[in-house]
Nanobody, 120 residues
């Protein structure tokens, strides 16, 4: 019903920047919130940043001041601007949507993930 596609990952040097995109498509009635999560090998998936329907945002302490989440409602796309990247930011990044489909079923949806590697 709702499909999420992440893009923008890649290899970047420490101190560099990347912008991730999460595009929502499908039979969407509404999206209430989008969150960016990441999972590094051997670690639990963690919330990085989230943005709600009302535009409020929250960030993990580890990325505050470096990452910025934003959205383009017309494009149904959420972005994660990542600056001052460190090797500790290396992970697969996933977007998650709290959304209601056209059938009015509200569910949690996940994208396929995009790899971010920060290395010299």
């Amino acid at each position: 019903q709702v499909q999420l596609v992440e893009s923008g990952g890649g290899l970047v040097q420490p101190g560099g920047s990347l912008r991730l995109s999460c595009a929502a498509s499908g039979s969407i009635f509404s999206i209430y919130a989008i969150g960016w999560y990441r999972q590094a090998p051997g670690k639990q998936r963690e919330l990085v940043a989230a943005i709600t329907m009302g535009g409020s945002t929250n960030y993990a302490d580890s990325v505050k001041g470096r990452f910025t989440i934003s959205r383009d409602n017309a494009k149904r796309t959420v972005y994660l601007q990542m600056n001052s990247l460190t090797p500790e930011d290396t992970a697969v990044y996933y977007c998650n949507a709290d959304a209601r489909s056209s059938s009015l079923k509200r569910s949690d949806y996940w994208g396929q993930g995009t790899q971010v590697t920060v290395s010299s």
